[in-house]
């Protein structure tokens, strides 16, 4: 995963605006893909997930694009809430098989959200 | 949060001193993990468990130990605490790893801090 320092990079948005999250992960073999919101004080709470033999995921309100050639993995939030201020953070799947499955973490992006 | 607790949820401790944490789940889930989470990390797993009795060491593991006796509860033992293990853990548990999806769900976390 990776490690950007101290500092969450910052995406802010107005309200209503839509909101794009990437993401870029590290091992071309991982095969699962979860992004992740935590609000302050509370633990990561899941969004949605996507396997890598998929493009795109849709749930409610939020789309997840995979782009396994560039190692490239986005979140987009429709029509952008103020309870949608979090940290959102990805996690990938090494796909190394058998029970040593483990997610490995990115570092998140912050998400504000302007009234 | 539903269905994992993690208790305490705060404890402020001196350096040399045991602390175990514990996590208790109400799901009935094969698998629990305990993450801690720093500024400029992403999560990091310590120790995970793939059943009663059956645990193994995960990515920053040095300095802890874990244990699970019952399902339903994972504990995880700072056997002589140092400042450098300040941080907030996160227990996290899953139905399956290494399947079709991997989602795993976290508790509130516990802020620790070592004097």
């Known amino acids: 995963g990776e490690s950007v320092g101290l500092h969450l990079p910052t995406l802010s948005v107005q309200e209503g605006d839509n909101s794009i999250i990437n993401c870029a992960y590290s091992n071309s073999a991982s095969d699962y893909f979860i992004w992740y919101k935590q609000e302050s004080g509370k633990g990561p709470q899941f969004i949605i997930d996507i396997r890598s033999n998929m493009d795109k995921r849709q749930g409610q309100r939020v789309t997840v694009l995979l782009n396994k050639t560039v190692k490239h993995l986005s979140l987009q939030i429709a029509a952008t809430q103020p309870g949608d201020s979090a940290v959102y953070f990805c996690?990938?799947?090494?796909?190394?098989?058998?029970?040593?499955?483990?997610?490995?973490f990115g570092t998140g992006t912050l998400l504000a959200v302007q009234p | 949060d539903a269905g994992i607790t993690q208790s305490p949820r705060h404890k402020v401790t001196e350096t040399g001193t045991p602390v175990t944490l514990r996590c208790h789940q109400t799901e009935n889930h094969r698998y629990m993990y305990w993450y801690r989470q720093d500024p400029g990390h992403g999560l990091r797993l310590i120790h995970y468990?793939?059943?009663?009795?059956?645990?193994d060491k995960g990515e920053v593991s040095d300095g802890y130990s874990v244990s699970r006796s019952k399902t339903e509860d994972f504990l995880l033992t700072l056997e002589s605490a140092t400042s450098s293990q300040t941080s907030v853990y996160f227990c996290?548990?899953?139905?399956?790893?290494?399947?079709?999806?991997?989602?795993?769900?976290f508790g509130p976390g516990t802020r620790l801090t070592v004097l």
């Open positions: 996290a548990i899953s139905e399956r790893q290494g399947g079709v999806s991997d989602e795993q769900f």
């Open positions: 996690a990938e799947r090494g796909g190394y098989g058998g029970a040593t499955n483990k997610l490995i």
């Open positions: 468990s793939y059943g009663v009795k059956d645990t």
